[in-house]
Nanobody, 123 residues
Framework: VQLQASGGGSVQAGDSLRLSCVTSGFSFRTRIMGWFRQAPGDEREFVAAIGWNGDNTKYAGGVEGRFTISRDNAKNTVYLQMSGLEPEDTAVYYC?????????????????WGQGTQVTVSS
């Protein structure tokens, strides 16, 4: 099982970034996929998740309206389009696969994780 996240970087407040997570080794198209983030000294927190067919999405309150999660089942890839970035969005962003049949906001319900990609937003 591999989840390879990429697309992070250092940007200014208000800028945009698109994260990608290419996966292999498991049945991507049948799994709910999520993005989490972790800032230094903080717990890993839920950012967004998307159902297996892309019709159902869920966002953390602080990113709703600014971030958009999407997926391409033909490419086994999940994306996170981030707009209007704020310094508070600075963190390592992780993609993960939910082991349940419903969208969970709990990191413990995700069994496959990528290595993370750093996003740094300066004011």
């Amino acid at each position: 099982v591999q989840l390879q996240a990429s697309g992070g970087g250092s940007v200014q407040a208000g800028d945009s970034l698109r994260l990608s997570c290419v996966t292999s080794g498991f049945s991507f198209r049948t799994r709910i996929m999520g993005w989490f983030r972790q800032a230094p000294g903080d717990e890993r927190e839920f950012v967004a998740a998307i159902g297996w067919n892309g019709d159902n999405t869920k966002y953390a309150g602080g990113v709703e309206g600014r971030f958009t999660i999407s997926r391409d089942n033909a490419k086994n890839t999940v994306y996170l389009q981030m707009s209007g970035l704020e310094p508070e969005d600075t963190a390592v962003y992780y993609c993960a696969a939910d082991r349940n049949l419903y969208i969970s906001l709990r990191a413990g319900d995700y069994d496959y994780w990528g290595q993370g990609t750093q996003v740094t937003v300066s004011s």
